[in-house]
T-cell receptor
Framework: DSGVTQTPKHLITATGQRVTLRCSPRSGDLSVYWYQQSLDQGLQFLIQYYNGEERAKGNILERFSAQQFPDLHSELNLSSLELGDSALYFC???????????????FGPGTRLTVL | AQTVTQSQPEMSVQEAETVTLSCTYDTSESDYYLFWYKQPPSRQMILVIRQEAYKQQNATENRFSVNFQKAAKSFSLKISDSQLGDAAMYFCAYTLNRDDKIIFGKGTRLHILP
């Protein structure tokens, strides 16, 4: 158990819909990262938040957005869903940011999203 | 572009034997960290081993060790005394020291034969 929690574990929805994935980081971790794992693209970095502020952006679609709340939990919002958005979405957390030795990212169990 | 290449989509090894998973990466930067992650059927991402690029000494963690060749941009993982619980998908990855995002390879699925 990494200490990172994600809800829900599974989500099944239809094309065109909107969903919200939730992540609670490990106690004391200020950074939250979102990754997408799909059969086509493999594991890809989507976005990072540090202490409530967006810090880095990767291959995140405009239909997707995220935020980190004052209690440091994060939500990933996916809208206008398409079949190709079906994937495993991971959240990870770390103590700080780059440059800190040992800034290991701890991964949550993931949310499996199926778009029908 | 920053890339990680794992040329072996699948490998098999007999239980108790040794296996080496290959990985090459491409970056023009000199300051970065390299990782091997394990993803068992549970889908949990587990860090197996990490290597700081500035360190010449290869990292080891019990039965897991790496062969880090910085000039060749190669980072292979050796698993000694393979166990059934080692069966998983293994991802090679790296992150730049000035950046937090992890760049992953496509993975190598490792089968352990009893």
């Amino acid at each position: 158990d990494s200490g990172v929690t994600q809800t829900p574990k599974h989500l099944i929805t239809a094309t065109g819909q909107r969903v919200t994935l939730r992540c609670s980081p490990r106690s004391g971790d200020l950074s939250v990262y979102w990754y997408q794992q799909s059969l086509d693209q493999g594991l890809q970095f989507l976005i990072q938040y540090y202490n409530g502020e967006e810090r880095a952006k990767g291959n995140i679609l405009e239909r997707f957005s995220a935020q980190q709340f004052p209690d440091l939990h994060s939500e990933l919002n996916l809208s206008s869903l398409e079949l190709g958005d079906s994937a495993l979405y991971f959240c990870a957390s770390s103590v700080g940011v780059t440059g800190i030795i040992g800034n290991e990212q701890f991964f949550g169990p993931g949310t499996r999203l199926t778009v029908l | 572009a920053q890339t990680v290449t794992q040329s072996q989509p699948e490998m098999s090894v007999q239980e108790a034997e040794t296996v080496t998973l290959s990985c090459t990466y491409d970056t023009s930067e000199s300051d970065y960290y390299l990782f091997w992650y394990k993803q068992p059927p549970s889908r949990q991402m587990i860090l197996v081993i990490r290597q700081e690029a500035y360190k010449q000494q290869n990292a080891t963690e019990n039965r897991f060790s790496v062969n880090f060749q910085k000039a060749a941009k190669s980072f292979s993982l050796k698993i000694s005394d393979s166990q059934l619980g080692d069966a998983a998908m293994y991802f090679c990855a790296y992150t730049l020291n000035r950046d937090d995002k992890i760049i992953f390879g496509k993975g190598t699925r490792l089968h352990i034969l009893p």
